[in-house]
């Protein structure tokens, strides 16, 4: 069947007048590489805290979205970007305090090794920015990154994003790494298996004359199914690549800002030291910014080889906004309200479990989740299209998820992070009806 925006025309033929005018309009303007949720695209018009609001006043609960992650439209950050824009809006070439401030109390959520801070406005950017830096402090070319990884969609990033789909050919410096599945490697297996991928990489990369320059990994390992792994069960392998000259950059835009719970960057729960760490999505509640945290020495390197300069990176409102965001999870305890209500959705999914046999394993760390559907537990055979009629039967009912993995079987969830146990006992319903809805 003929697809539209990544949906069928038997989905089109579903749509209201007006989000049938609307499809279209995105089809000429946008061109196909966008790509639109759910097989009836949500119209969204409105958001307030875990709700989201479509254009007939319907709200849907809204267990994905990890920009606005302390809620939509948070009054804070709100306040903070609107008192900021009546004040001074420009870039980072003369001097202001608010970057400044910033800097200071984003640099204080770090150990005390990771003194620098520099700023993007994408996710996307700041990861190119610490593979420039990486390359430059090395002299090295040669990347190591998990097998479907997502880091962002820069030419030389989206290079190490195989998850962007099957025409995203990796280049010849780059080396690809199983990501901790201790569902299908057993929890025992998992740190020697990725450490001794890691080393083979490496090896590998030598043996071809590519010398090492960075290890660039997600802390949830997101894309290739919400992956937390045991504790610790990294720090092997980054211990074996940073001996071996490689500069270990810590994607922190999915997990990080308090996402898995009591450790505000998902990389803290592996003991391990980055060199880089880089920031984005939840970074501004939605208003964009980015950036990356590095080493004094690797990241002074860059500076005295390198000029850099961002036009709106770094920018008063999106500092303000950025400020604003900091606040709210320690004043508001978002650290250990997503340990808690992470933990209370973790425990519902698990007893689903106990009634759905399509439910092969439930995972996650504070409030990321994964729910891998398989079609014969024995097997663990993936239910690719088992999933993909659960995350669609979900927004139906008002309950917003997504699915992820390189079959996208692991149903995906990240809720807001001002989920209260009410709003949990709802995903979990919505959860329960979609699976019983489902054949195998």
């Known amino acids: 069947m003929s697809m539209i925006n990544g949906f069928t025309a038997q989905d089109a033929a579903r749509l209201s007048d007006t989000e049938r005018r609307l499809v279209e309009r995105r089809e000429r303007l946008l061109g196909p590489a966008y790509r639109l949720f759910y097989e009836r695209p949500l119209h969204t018009v409105r ?5 989201l609001y479509d254009e007939q006043g319907r709200r849907y609960l809204d267990a994905y979205n990890n920009v606005a992650s302390i809620g939509h439209c948070h009054p804070r950050v709100v306040e903070a970007m609107y008192r900021q824009s009546r ?26 090794d990771l003194e620098r801070v520099m700023f993007t406005c994408t996710g996307s950017e700041a990861n190119d920015l610490a593979l ?42 780059v080396r690809t790494v199983r990501a901790p599945d201790a569902y299908r490697l057993g929890a025992g297996n998992v740190a020697s298996t990725f450490a001794d991928d890691v080393r083979a990489a490496i090896e590998d990369m030598k043996a071809h004359g590519i010398r090492p320059a960075a290890i660039l990994l997600d802390g949830i390992f997101s894309s ?43 990389y803290s729960r592996h003991n391990v030291r980055p060199d880089i760490v880089t920031l984005g999505k939840p970074m501004g509640n939605g208003q964009p910014i980015a950036g990356i945290v590095g080493r004094a020495d690797v ?6 080889n390198m000029r850099y300069f961002n036009t709106y990176g770094g920018n008063p409102v999106s500092c303000a906004a950025g400020k604003a965001v900091l606040d709210v999870i320690q004043e508001e305890n978002l650290q250990q309200h997503a340990h808690d209500i992470g933990g209370y959705l973790l425990d519902g999914l698990t007893r689903l479990a106990q009634r759905h046999e399509i439910i092969g394993d439930v ?11 398989v079609s014969d537990r024995k097997t663990r055979q993936p239910a690719a299209e088992q999933a993909r009629r659960v995350v669609n039967a979900m927004r139906e009912n008002g309950v917003l998820i997504s699915a992820a993995g390189p079959l996208e079987n692991v149903l995906k969830i990240r809720p807001v992070l001002t989920f209260t146990r009410e709003h949990a006992d709802l995903l979990i319903q919505a959860v329960d009806v979609a699976l019983g809805d489902v054949r195998l």
């Open 132 to 173: 420039r830096i990486a390359r430059q402090y090395t002299g090295g070319a040669g990347v190591i990154i998990t097998r479907f990884a997502y880091h962002g969609v820069t030419g030389d990033i989206a290079e190490l994003s195989p998850s962007l789909g099957p025409a995203m050919v990796l280049p010849g410096h």
């Open 224 to 266: 290739d199914g919400v992956l937390p792994g045991p504790a610790g069960c990294i720090a092997e392998g980054i211990a074996a690549a940073q001996a071996a000259g490689m500069l270990y950059i810590a994607d922190e835009v999915q997990p990080g800002f308090a996402r898995t719970g009591l450790n505000l960057w998902g």
């Open 47 to 51: 958001g307030e805290d875990v709700w």
């Open 87 to 112: 004040q001074l809006n420009t870039h980072t070439r003369y001097l202001q305090e608010g970057i400044l401030d910033y800097a200071e109390q984003l640099l204080g959520t770090f150990s005390a």
């Open 299 to 304: 990241v002074d390197h860059f500076g005295r």
């Open 363 to 373: 995972r996650g760390a504070g409030m990321f989740l994964g729910v891998e559907l």
